[in-house]
């Protein structure tokens, strides 16, 4: 087996600390990056789900990583559409989707997290900073 060679992290370990390391994200809005979206499903159930993985651009907690699970059920539809719509997807089918999640990587996004203590944190998809960029309109910040 190949040794790998960590030597690269030597200072950044050394200056990190566990609370650091393991710290929840606090509830808020936050700027993300859409890093990966896959089409999966969940354990319990089986139903289809799009599994999202968000990078905080930061300030504040840059790098950090929040994780959305969007279960698809005919009650969720309404708002997986919605959420497909914000990162701009606008096709009238959710079949095409599967094929191509790999556009949805690099989508700036601004979401609101909130904790619960009975499941995983929600997050909630608000504004599609990327689309606001392209069109020329000011940001808020």
Known sequence: METLDLRKFDQAYA????????ARVPDG?????????E???????????FKWKLRISGPKYANRLLWKNSVITENS?????????????????????EGRLVEFQGIELEV???????????????????AEVESGDELPF
């Open 15 to 22: 200056m990190a600390t566990a609370s650091e390391i393991f």
């Open 29 to 37: 809005r936050y700027q993300v990056v859409v890093e990966n979206v």
């Open 39 to 49: 089409l999966t499903t969940t354990k319990t159930t089986s139903n289809p789900m």
């Open 77 to 97: 539809l309404s708002r997986v559409k919605t959420e497909l719509r914000l990162c701009g997807y606008e096709v009238d089918k959710l079949s095409p989707v």
């Open 112 to 130: 609101t997290k909130k904790g619960r203590n009975d499941g995983p944190d929600e997050i909630f998809f608000e504004k599609n900073v990327t």
